[in-house]
């Protein structure tokens, strides 16, 4: 079990950009641990970019260990939790006055940053090698994915399924038709309302069928659908009251499980009714320590910052490395504007520089 602590001890559960931030901004006035079944942590909007250019992911695959030099990381999953502590799948028993629950979208990747970079490697040569490629699933993330891979490698023929009426639900219509319209412009065939049958597909068999009876021929695919939320693990615990029919964790103004004073949850695993974005976890984190800060100081209850959702949604689709949609609140725009403020980069300098990283 975990010793020590003089009321300061908080438990990170999820090394995502919120949970990282968390950890990495509390080190030097708590005594913190971080618990993620990886020792790394990931530019989640950057990770396209390292499919069609694996280099890229030397800046983009942090170790916990560069960021986190005065706290404890325990690498393995947390199964469950009590009023006091955590407990792990490797046998640990975390103690906790604070906990921070982070934990984001189910997304089964590999342990160690080596081997993280080898797979991008790995999914590289899938796609240098082959003519023809399928992309499944139309949100932001098949979207960004089809692009990187229609500006490096143009001569691919791309194909990409979408079961919606349109691109990216989250947005709006202008700025899916924007998408679209690069998208074709890159000879990119986009197929609506159909799902693919994945598991009809044999080894050495490049014929994929659609719900509408269609033919795909494609050397390789890519699957870009939405990943359950990480939040089972809590369904027997103290907590299971708190986890939606969703699996999202109700949470109060102030980023709280609702009823505690002392467990606070963050990112994609709570309720706060606004678009799951990275930009957003981060705000997230940013409340959390600041309450986090004011309490361990002993200051009072009604000084805490409260968290307000995003009214409208912001977001900036990359379309290759020049060019992004981005809708704003009063304005849809595509082309090389917004491209310069996303697409070059995608603030990966300016993530590392919050981590406490050279850019």
Not at 148 to 163: G, Q, S
Not at 171 to 193: C, H, M, P, Q, T
Not at 289 to 303: A, C, P, Q, S, W
């Amino acid at each position: 079990m975990e010793k020590g602590g003089n009321g300061n001890r908080v438990v990170v559960v999820g090394g995502g950009v919120a949970g990282s931030l968390v950890a990495k901004s509390l080190q030097f006035v708590a005594h913190v641990t971080l618990i993620d079944p990886k020792e790394y942590f990931e530019i989640p909007w950057a990770n396209l970019r390292t499919m069609v250019e694996p280099t890229f992911a030397e800046r983009t695959l942090i170790n916990h260990r560069d960021y986190l030099t005065n706290g404890n990381i325990v690498t393995s999953n947390a199964i469950n939790v009590t009023e006091t502590e955590v407990l792990t799948a490797d046998g640990s028993q975390i103690a906790y006055d604070y906990l921070v629950i982070a934990t984001g979208h189910a997304d089964h990747v590999p342990k160690t940053r080596s081997e993280r970079l080898d797979q991008y490697k790995a999914e590289n040569l899938k796609i240098k090698s082959a003519n023809s490629i399928l992309i499944v699933g139309g949100g932001p993330t098949g979207v960004e994915l089809a692009g990187e891979i229609a500006v490096d490698f143009p001569e691919k023929k791309l194909t990409l399924v979408h079961k919606g009426s349109r691109l990216m639900e989250f947005i709006g219509a202008k700025a899916a038709d924007k998408s679209l319209n690069w998208l074709k412009s890159r000879k990119v065939e986009v197929k609506f309302e159909q799902t693919v049958d994945l598991d009809s597909v044999k080894d050495g068999h490049k014929i994929y069928q659609t719900s509408h009876g269609e033919t795909i021929e494609a050397d390789c695919h890519f699957l870009c659908i939405g990943k359950p939320l990480a939040s089972a693990w809590l369904r027997e615990t103290v907590l299971k009251d708190n986890v939606d029919s969703r699996g999202s964790i109700k949470v109060d103004e102030f980023l709280r499980v609702k009823g505690r004073n002392n467990i606070f949850a963050i990112g994609d695993i709570t309720d706060v009714p606004e678009i799951k974005q990275g930009f957003l976890a981060h705000k997230h984190a940013e409340v959390v320590v600041k309450n986090l800060k004011m309490i361990i100081d002993g200051g009072r209850e009604r000084k805490l910052v409260t968290y307000k959702p995003l009214s409208s949604v912001l977001a900036i689709v990359s379309l290759g490395r020049k060019d992004a949609v981005a809708q704003f609140p009063i304005l849809t725009i595509s082309g090389r504007i917004p491209g310069i403020i996303k697409s070059g980069d995608l603030f990966v300098g300016k993530t590392r520089k919050q981590m406490g990283l050279s850019s």
